[in-house]
């Protein structure tokens, strides 16, 4: 049973590291102490307070707080926590505690639905996650405060150079208008050799056009050999793709990127290769050495077979997709291991790699990769798993998953405050967004938060346009044959471009690294997969969205707060939401207001919004975002 208290009565915690407030934060480095305040109004009627924690499926262990003092009808109580003690020799860890208010006839425990927020209940009941990692742990700075750019290779532009020519392919020579294969009903087979021409030398030639909008991180799709347009059946992990420009072509774009400051990430597909593969060579293309093909290849334990050669496991049951064997080591050092593909791939000059099903993964793998990516790069590459829950709580497979530890993932696609802001923006629960926002930033390290791949859309997702635009108009009865032609009506489109300028704006200004997918900064459209890889539209950019972001652009370069600067909610009711970005050189306040009235909120003389240039009045209309700063002249008068 939840116990509802007035605000009078309700105890307050707070959590200190390192003599500083750390209220909002859940995950500390082994060794740090952490010092907990709890101020209990006497009208409560608790005569102690009891800390219960235990170790993730561990046993619990009570820490009684010492009263420290009565003042105004509270009591205060304190505790410090050592993390080092706390773990003792089995290390780092999960854990999970609450507080128990000692009432004489009754207990009341701390519940909460947001890992910071919390209300009483007189039962024990979702507990607040305690996340100790290794005291070494860290991710590298140079990633932290930087804007990413997904490309889908194809799609993005055809650049002159060089390329392979296939004589089993279907190229499209419609780039502006051209429709991307698909299939009649979702789930049925679908070859995937439609081309458009898309290519690493139209990459390189565009890192003006990127360098504009303020990015200093491009993530590739696969660009390994493989047979589809997409490369998530890698063919041969030691090639890049001839259609793509080869290695020449890469090499060419790895140097120009470094001379714009821009580092390029691939994608390791690391679960599976495609059936049509130098590995598995079912349809027999690579000379008869893989493990489908000859029962003495090498390569016959990389894979798991049911009933030699035709049962075998594969990726979600797709044939073409032949899964790769987690206890095979021959495999597992090939891809992870000194001199594999990792690291071949970093001494080429890449930033680090983004994990495809991340969850599939096995931990030794995980292990192995980490290590040899750090050894390579000085500690400057940066691992990015796609992992789409809360990736500090996860479970897979009936094992929790230890990615932010301190020896697996740097970072992860931040799938959970994508659903935040389509709830914010659709249906104006900003209460939603606040608390995936604080659940996040209290389960995950900080270092982790401030690399956070923040996105709106990727390939796997629908255009955040058409989502916007739609909202509840939405039609599920749509055939594919009419999605292919689809398009927002005017006002749909209007109504998106509005919504996506505060989604954006959000996305730009919470903890970690905005991820754009090619496209959206442009107006592109489009439904599932395969309709949200169209071309780039270079002939038909929308203007308005194009400066919008490189206004954004200009603002996350020239203000290091976007960096590492702290995070906490002030307030989020409705569709009014604001938060907090401070380090030590700035204090900027987001308001939010996805409403449908304006909201007065108290200001402070002389904030200016960075977005309009013009000083904040106190007032926030509907459908708008402010990033609020001091003015300089402010400034100088303090």
Request: a negative charge; proline letters at 3%.
């Amino acid at each position: 049973m939840l116990m509802q208290y007035a605000p009078s009565v309700q105890p307050m915690i707070r959590k200190k590291v390192n003599g500083k407030d750390a209220s909002a934060r859940g995950a500390f480095a082994v060794g740090e102490i952490i010092s907990f305040t709890v101020e209990v109004p006497r009208e409560l009627g608790a005569s102690a307070v009891v800390l219960r924690i235990c170790r993730d499926w561990g046993d619990d262990r009570d820490f009684p707080l010492s009263f420290l003092k009565t003042e105004l009808g509270t009591d205060s109580y304190e505790l410090s926590l050592d993390t080092s003690s706390l773990c003792g020799e089995d290390g780092c860890g999960l854990f999970f505690y609450e507080f128990l208010f000692l009432r004489g006839v009754n207990t009341l425990f701390t519940t909460t639905q947001n890992q910071v927020d919390f209300t009483l209940t007189t039962h024990s009941d979702r507990r607040f996650a305690l996340t100790v990692y290794d005291r070494d742990f860290s991710t590298p700075s140079w990633f932290k405060g930087r804007i990413m750019y997904h490309i889908f290779v194809d799609r993005f532009f055809c650049g002159e150079g060089p390329v392979e020519q296939r004589s089993d392919v279907i190229m499209n020579g419609d780039w502006e208008n051209g429709i991307p294969q698909y299939a009649k009903k979702n789930g049925e087979k679908l070859a995937n050799n439609m081309f458009f021409g898309g290519n690493l030398w139209g990459i390189a030639e565009k890192l003006g056009y990127l360098k504009s909008l303020g990015v200093g991180v491009i993530y590739l799709s696969p660009i390994f050999r493989a047979y589809s347009n997409h490369k998530y059946d890698t063919g041969n992990y030691l090639e890049i793709d001839g259609m793509f420009g080869g290695e020449a072509a890469f090499r060419t774009l790895l140097e120009k990127a470094k001379e714009a400051d821009i580092r390029v990430i691939l994608d390791g597909v690391f679960n599976h290769t495609g059936s049509n593969s130098l590995y598995f060579d079912r349809e027999g293309e690579y000379g008869g050495v893989g493990a489908y093909s000859d029962p003495q290849s090498p390569y016959r334990g990389w894979f798991c077979f049911k009933q030699y050669p035709n049962e075998y496991e594969t990726w979600w049951g797709i044939d073409i997709l032949p899964k790769l064997n987690p206890q095979s080591n021959a495999c597992r050092e090939f891809l992870a291991g000194k001199g594999g593909v990792c690291e071949r791939y970093i001494r080429m000059g890449i930033g680090g790699w983004r994990l495809d099903v991340a969850d599939e993964l096995s931990n030794a793998f995980l292990d192995e990769l980490r290590e040899t990516v750090k050894d390579a790069s000085d500690e400057e590459g940066v691992i990015i798993g796609e992992v789409w829950e809360n990736a500090a709580l996860k479970e897979a497979y009936g094992a929790r998953r230890r990615y932010f530890l301190g020896r697996q993932l740097d970072s992860v696609m931040n799938y959970p405050v994508r659903n935040g802001i389509l709830a914010y923006l659709l249906d104006g629960d900003a209460v939603f967004l606040a608390d995936t926002l604080k659940e996040i930033y209290a389960t995950y390290p900080k270092c982790v938060c401030d690399s956070l791949m923040n996105l709106l859309g990727t390939h796997d997702t629908e255009r955040i346009l058409t989502v916007l635009g739609e909202g509840s108009d939405r039609s599920e009865e749509d055939s594919n044959d009419a999605l292919a032609v689809k398009r927002l009506t005017e006002a749909q489109r209007a109504r998106g471009i509005k919504r996506l300028k505060m989604a954006a704006a959000l996305q730009y200004t919470v903890y970690g690294v905005p991820s754009v997918f090619y496209g959206d900064e442009a107006g592109l459209e489009g439904y599932h997969d395969p309709f949200c890889r169209r071309p780039y539209p270079w002939h038909a950019q929308n203007e308005e969205l194009l400066e919008f972001y490189r206004t954004l652009g200009r603002i996350r370069t020239e203000h290091s707060v976007f960096a590492d600067g702290d995070f906490w909610v002030l307030a989020a009711e409705g569709g009014f939401l604001a938060f907090v970005r401070e380090n030590e050189w700035e204090h900027l306040t987001v308001l939010a207001n996805a409403g449908k009235t304006e909201v007065a909120y108290p200001w402070a003389k002389g904030q200016i919004d960075l977005l309009s240039g013009k000083e904040y009045a106190g007032i926030v209309r509907t459908g708008e975002v402010l990033i609020l700063t001091e003015s300089m002249n402010h400034r100088k008068g303090e």
